[in-house]
């Protein structure tokens, strides 16, 4: 008996780093669940990664099938026809009156998206007319995600949507977090004026309804693009940070570790950010990944509705609103590829965040 | 309680004057000269002073923030900069269709989460929770724009049991008609957040002790899950819904938009689309001040139905 206690006090006290962290990783190793999520979330990230140095999906832009080309799943969907000669007639043109069949193909495309166009016949009519002078390209007949009505590779601008959507979500849930810990934690620690001031500006962002102050600073900004979205979302969305790191500063400031750094004349600053801030680090974690999951939803609404990136630019959102159209014409591909890859990140990103939840504070309860 | 109330409307004060300031410093500094905005591209500069005398920007900013304060108190922000109608008009005509959205919208989709809430958490641990925990958190990761696309597409456009958009004069027609796809796609976005929160409440309940003594005398265990457990769960319950309620009057921007409802929300898109500044920061505002009500009436709820609670 004895030395079986023993023997597990020996086998404590040989684990190297019994901190909070590997206490915490511990636990996290053994949910299945969140590693999985891990697993998939860092997938995610890697095709991030290779996205934005341009490994992959560099080519998003160019067209490099016949516009609408069906998904194939390299060849799982159905066999793959060969690889066709279509005349490239939408393309830079050599002839004047190309540039107005394009003009016309514009419009059709803006067209398509509610009503069945009469001139269709009368279009390819021409089209076919055109057939011999026009410039000549290779284009693929499908693609294992199909293509976009440009006939643009519907993986390739799955990947770079997601590159600019998870970079926008990441880039301002850290803004957002950073601008909510460092008042919340100036608010909770020196009270009094400060947090009065701090708790009426929590009060005025929080008063106005989050989707709508959103839209009121993207309509003053009268800017597009990452960088804009990045600052609108991160600028708005601390509010929820604030209130809970202001409140655990509030608890940690009576505590003896706290009075003691006092007692050695530590200076605040330091106090504030190096012996408390340690210690709730693990809700500023938490905090961070919640905000991203609201942060890439919100930016995918902001991209389709046309206040979000640029046109230049590629999203989850942007691909939603070219998916809209091309569903009525039965083109689901782009609906199911955007759709699909932001469900699966999204869905991998809470359950992680919940699986991290429950490894660092296992106070809490599991909820189930 | 009336001091309680009486402080706590005089607190929401400054709270109020910070949101009017917060919507000029966004709107009147960051947002540029609205002359510009509003003169076009053609302009010269007998046109834009012209109209930066007419919207007082010429003035310190204190008096612009004095003629702020005087729209916002008389409710009259002058005219939309785009369709020069009214923006008062625009609120109160626009506010009726949001409502009728909403707030079926809102009844249906309480009560639906709060029975859905008691079942899954009756059944807690059991398979069907579990499957409707994890449909939840995937149904709550797929967007918005993809439930609407989908079901306006499937639902209006190929089964045509639904007209795709429009909007008609009459209530009943509207109601009838219109308004059936847009709050079952409501319901549908709303459910799963909704029940994950609603059964979380239900489960803090459901080990008490008074639900034991319930059943240690021989109560049914309907009874005790719909008279006593919820009777205790609606404490937070309420909370929430109570300060959902502004969400009312913005309605659902998405929901608006995609089925042409000439409501708040559309109206907002419309606004932010061309730059209608007035408009947006009269919606801003009352919305800022009606969120505040909603907050205070929370609490007093909160109060009369919880009496452990302590007002301070």
């Not at chain 1, 930016?299 to 959102?317: N, P, R, T």
Request: proline share 4%.
């Amino acid at each position: 008996m004895t030395e079986a206690i023993l023997s597990s006090v020996t086998t404590v006290a040989e684990k190297r780093g019994n901190g909070f962290w590997s206490l915490a990783w511990q636990r996290f190793r053994d949910d299945r669940v969140g590693l999985v999520s891990l697993v998939i979330v860092a997938a995610f990230l890697v095709v991030v990664l290779l996205s934005a140095t341009g490994l992959v999906a560099g080519n998003w832009n160019q067209e490099v099938a016949i516009h609408d080309a069906p998904p194939d799943l390299w060849g799982l969907l159905k066999p793959a026809a060969p690889a066709v000669v279509e005349n490239a007639m939408h393309q830079e043109q050599v002839t004047p009156t190309a540039e107005s069949i394009e003009e016309w193909k514009n419009i059709e495309a803006m067209l398509s998206a509610t009503v069945v166009d009469p001139l269709a016949d009368t279009l390819q009519a021409l089209g076919a007319d055109h057939e011999t002078v026009a410039v000549v390209k290779e284009k693929r007949a499908s693609l294992p995600f199909g293509g976009d009505r440009w006939g643009r590779d519907v993986l390739s601008k799955t990947i770079k949507g997601s590159q600019t959507s998870i970079i926008v979500g990441l880039s301002a849930a850290l803004l957002a977090t950073l601008l909510g810990t460092v008042l919340g934690a100036l608010a909770g620690y020196y009270g009094g004026r400060i947090d009065d001031a701090l708790n009426w500006f929590y009060n005025v962002f929080s008063a106005i309804p989050y989707l709508l102050l959103i839209l009121a600073v993207a309509a003053v900004l009268q800017q597009r693009g990452v960088t804009t979205v990045i600052l609108i979302l991160g600028l708005t969305g601390w509010s929820g940070v604030f209130r809970l790191i202001r409140a655990e500063y509030i608890k940690h400031r009576g505590r003896e570790y706290v009075q003691a750094a006092h007692a050695f004349g530590v200076p605040n600053r330091r106090i504030l950010f190096f012996h408390i801030l340690p210690n709730v680090f693990h809700v500023v974690l938490v905090n961070i990944s919640i905000l991203a999951v609201g942060f890439i939803k919100a930016e995918v609404i902001l991209s389709y509705l046309g206040f979000g990136v640029k046109v230049d630019e590629v999203s989850w959102g942007s691909m939603l609103n070219d998916a809209q159209g091309e569903l009525i014409l039965g083109r689901w591909w782009e609906l199911v590829a955007a759709g699909g890859a932001m469900a699966l990140l999204v869905t991998a990103f809470s359950l992680l965040t919940d699986a991290m939840r429950d490894a660092m504070d296992p106070k809490i309860q599991k909820a189930s | 309680m009336t001091a309680y109330i009486i402080r706590r409307l005089l607190q929401m004060i400054p709270t109020m004057l910070g949101v009017v300031l917060l919507l000029f410093v966004l709107f009147n500094w960051v947002g540029g000269d609205p002359a510009y905005i509003l003169a076009g591209k053609m302009s010269n500069e007998a046109q834009i002073a012209n109209i930066r005398h007419q919207l007082g920007v010429d003035q310190p900013a204190y008096v612009q923030i004095g003629i702020f304060l005087k729209q916002i108190v008389t409710a009259d922000f002058g005219s939309s900069w785009s369709t020069n109608e009214p923006v008062s008009d625009i609120l109160k005509t626009r506010l009726g269709p949001s409502l009728t959205v909403m707030a079926p919208l809102m009844v249906l989709g309480t009560l639906l989460a709060i029975a859905l809430s008691l079942v899954v958490a009756r059944l807690r641990r059991s398979l069907t929770d579990r499957t409707v925990m994890v449909a939840c958190t995937v149904g709550m990761s797929v967007s918005i724009l993809v439930y609407i696309i989908v079901f306006q597409y499937v639902f209006a456009y190929r089964l045509g049991w639904f007209p795709v958009q429009g909007w008609g004069d009459s209530l009943w027609t509207n109601l009838t008609t219109f308004a059936v796809l847009p709050i079952l796609i409501g319901l549908c976005v709303g459910l799963a957040p909704d029940l994950r929160l609603y059964r979380s409440f239900v489960l803090d309940e459901i080990d008490q002790d008074y639900v034991r003594t319930a059943r240690a005398k021989g109560l049914s265990e309907m009874r005790i899950l719909w008279i006593h457990v919820l009777r205790n769960a609606s404490i937070p319950i309420v909370t929430c819904v109570m300060s959902s309620l502004p969400a009312l009057l913005v309605g659902s921007f998405l929901i608006e938009r995609f089925f042409s409802i000439p409501g708040i929300g559309r109206e907002v898109l419309l606004a932010v689309e061309r730059s209608d500044f007035p408009v947006i920061k009269a919606i801003a505002v009352y919305v800022a001040f009606a969120t505040m009500f909603a907050n205070l009436a929370a609490d007093l709820i909160y109060k009369a139905v919880d009496p452990r609670v302590e007002l301070k």
